[in-house]
């Protein structure tokens, strides 16, 4: 309802070029009066027009910062609505959230240099490490990167994935 976005004030925030629809609906949400449910399904879709370059192929810096405040906002709601669908749920997006910002790092668009890059590796380690101990079943590739970051073999781990890209 347009009166309790006017109300309450809400707005896309213009800082994000990166799930701000997702960030705007996380704020909505808490202000509804009655009952929440929680799909199991996803009724989203996005359109794809054939030429037009996508931003989510594209390069973003605020891949990590946008993933982490996502999270956060995930959490409140995981007090709420917490059950073990939605628990695992959370820490699949903890480790897409990882690797996401690792690969965002080697999209083609992306000039960063070799130093910029490990210590980019250095900060999403930081910033995500309590995510790295998960023990979710997750695909091979993504088991071998958590791996590397874990036990901060940036360079081993950027080698790899410079070899990986330049394959593709």
Do not use: H
Not at 52 to 74: C, D, F, H, T, W
Not at 134 to 140: L, P, S, Y
């Amino acid at each position: 309802q347009t009166e309790i976005i006017k109300q309450n004030n809400i707005f896309f925030d213009e800082r994000y070029t990166l799930a701000e629809d997702t960030l705007f609906n996380f704020d909505y949400l808490q202000y509804i009066n009655g009952p929440i449910r929680i799909l199991d399904c996803i009724n989203y879709n996005y359109r794809q027009i054939v030429g037009v370059a996508s931003l989510i192929k594209k390069y973003n810096p605020q891949v990590l910062e946008v993933g982490l405040l996502l999270l956060s906002k995930r959490y409140e709601w995981a007090k709420m609505f917490s059950n073990e669908a939605y628990d695992i749920r959370l820490k699949e997006r903890e480790i897409s959230l990882v690797v996401s910002s690792i690969l965002n790092l080697y999209k083609k668009d992306a000039k960063l240099s070799a130093d910029d890059r490990l210590l980019e590796l250095k900060r999403i380690r930081k910033s995500t490490e309590k995510f790295l101990f998960n023990n979710i079943d997750t695909d091979v590739k993504y088991r071998i990167i958590l791996y590397l970051l874990l036990k901060e073999y940036y360079s081993l781990l950027d080698a790899l994935l410079i070899n990986f890209y330049r394959l593709k």
